[in-house]
């Protein structure tokens, strides 16, 4: 996971995954994901896991494009949000992350990461 706390997103229905994920085989991970959201699409966490893996090689409109689809599967979850807020940051799309950000404070209005992110200097763009 991109915030460092953990798995990401809780264990995936695919060992292969798991396996690919732990040893940074990003392009493997990347290939598996794919293939399970073919097969099913409705499954946020999967895009959520596929936007982690293109954020960590660097393809930020790629993840964009993942979180959106699991932050529009399941909307109120902080984990989601924070993703797209990240991947937003390293877009350089400063509006729609401060926005996205503004939505986890509505969705928990004690999130501290949320809170961070806003009050750093620079906004939302600052590096982490």
């Known amino acids: 996971m991109v915030s460092g ?6 264990a995936s229905s695919d060992p292969a995954v798991d396996a690919a994920l732990q040893r940074h085989d990003w392009p493997t991970a990347r290939a598996l994901l794919t293939t399970a959201l073919s097969r099913h699409p409705d499954r946020p966490e999967s895009y959520a896991r596929l936007g982690d893996v293109m954020l960590r090689t660097g393809d930020s409109a790629g993840a964009v494009v993942e979180y959106d689809s699991a932050v529009r599967l399941s909307p109120r979850n902080l984990t989601y949000l924070h993703g797209l807020a990240r991947a937003l940051e390293a877009r350089g ?11 986890a404070l509505a969705v928990d209005n004690t999130d501290a990461i949320a809170h961070e992110s806003l009050s750093r200097p620079g906004g939302a763009t600052a590096p982490r």
């Open 5 to 10: 706390h953990g798995a990401p997103h809780g």
């Open 93 to 103: 799309d400063r509006a729609r992350a401060i926005a996205t950000w503004q939505r």
